[in-house]
Nanobody
Framework: QVQLVESGGGWVHPGGSLRLSCTAS????????MAWFRQAPGKEREFVAG????????RYADTGKGRFTISRDNAKRTMYLQMNSLKPEDMAEYYC???????????????????WGQGTQVTVSS
């Protein structure tokens, strides 16, 4: 069983930065695909960024390209999402997720992920 715990959310002015963290427990962290999704009130959950341990470049939604960077530290069992130049439209609950044996395009499909964190709120406002 994999458990995921997110942290790092909070309130920031437009143009500000936040770094989200997702720490995993469980024996297969090093062989997984991991991703960040977000969900704003009244909207569907949407893909933000993801990566596979087995190779390939990280994948980003168009909304975050050039502003968001996904990374992982396997020794710490932690995945990060560095978010810069935040906009009010980035305000949402952010979730990390772990999946197995995903192909690169499948990183964007929330239904492919087996485990989810509890979420961390990101608020962007003046």
């Amino acid at each position: 069983q994999v458990q995921l715990v997110e942290s790092g959310g909070g309130w920031v002015h437009p143009g500000g930065s936040l770094r989200l963290s997702c720490t995993a427990s469980g024996p297969t962290f090093g062989t997984t695909a991991m991703a960040w999704f977000r969900q704003a009130p009244g909207k569907e959950r949407e893909f933000v960024a993801g990566s596979r341990m087995t190779g390939g470049s990280p994948r980003y939604a168009d909304t975050g390209k050039g502003r968001f960077t996904i990374s992982r530290d396997n020794a710490k069992r932690t995945m990060y999402l560095q978010m810069n130049s935040l906009k009010p439209e980035d305000m949402a609950e952010y979730y990390c997720a772990v999946g197995y044996n995903l192909r690169q395009p499948e990183l964007e499909e929330s239904g492919r992920f087996a485990y989810w964190g509890q979420g961390t709120q990101v608020t962007v406002s003046s």
